[in-house]
């Protein structure tokens, strides 16, 4: 067993995000949203939808990971004029019977998004990667990107994470309250070269990424299921993964400048 913390079965149960339906397979695509179609995009962003979350719902990414890089790519593309593509990651993020079976899931995930990561910085040099998760995908993420080179990603945003550290390295959003405790799987490992492209998002009342041992279950699934989908969330959310992707290309232009002079 890798970097979990014993919890009750009920709690793996509860990592769910809006909609029903079974996990499956399939790489999503679309071009409404400002989206393009083609493959290798100026930026591609893989979304990682929470479990239950229906893959040929929303694009395949959850309703959270949809809005929030919908208005990304407004502002992307307001800002520079570059292209954006929406994939879906291909895993099974169906129900789990247990902790083990749960886990067994993520690691999985995590194998297939350090895949197609690969896949991407292989056939399209030139294209900047974000991924982008909910929930069990936030963990996903965890499990597939906490110790890869940064290479060709630019930006990592784990929205309701159930390993969320809140003093690790990466950046943390908690819509300006304070979110102290760990998320209820426990904190996961740090980012390595990522660290300073990764954004944690998190509001306090959900206790899946903030976890409060008796909080009233009822009101934080509420929370944690329809609160980052609000498009008013979704737009403070995707600003600040924004300002990173501006942090990471003025890095990039300085270091060319003193390349060049």
């Not at 945003?157 to 990466?170: K, L, N, Q, S, T």
């Amino acid at each position: 067993m890798r970097w979990l913390r014993l919890i009750p079965p009920a709690l793996v149960l509860s990592l769910v995000g809006c909609g029903g339906g079974a996990g499956g397979t399939g790489t999503s695509q679309h071009t409404t949203s400002g989206f393009t179609t083609a493959g290798c995009a100026d930026l591609v962003v893989v979304g990682v939808r929470g479990q239950t979350q229906d893959p040929d719902r929303n694009h395949g990414v959850g309703k959270e990971v949809l809005r929030v890089t919908a208005e990304l790519t407004r502002l992307v593309q307001r800002r520079t004029g570059e292209s954006v593509r929406l994939e879906a990651l291909d895993y099974e993020s169906d129900p789990r019977p247990d902790l083990q079976a749960y886990e067994h899931a993520v690691e999985a995930g995590g194998q297939s998004l350090d895949r197609r990561v690969d896949q991407l910085e292989q056939r399209c040099a030139d294209t900047d990667i974000a991924v982008i998760g909910f929930s069990m995908g936030a963990d996903v993420i965890h499990s597939g990107l906490h110790d890869r080179p940064s290479g060709s990603i630019r930006l990592v945003g784990m929205i309701a994470d159930p390993h969320r550290d809140p003093v690790a390295e990466y950046e943390q959003l908690t819509f300006g309250e304070s979110a102290p405790n760990p998320g209820s799987l426990g904190a996961g490992p740090e980012f390595g070269d990522l660290a300073s492209r990764t954004l944690a998002i998190c509001v306090p009342g959900d206790d899946i990424c903030n976890h409060s041992p008796g909080a009233p279950r009822d009101v934080a699934d509420l929370v944690h299921k329809h609160y980052y989908e609000k498009p008013e969330h979704a737009r403070v959310i995707a600003a600040a993964l924004d300002q990173i992707l501006q942090r990471e290309e003025s890095g990039a232009a300085e270091q060319d400048s003193g390349s060049s002079g």
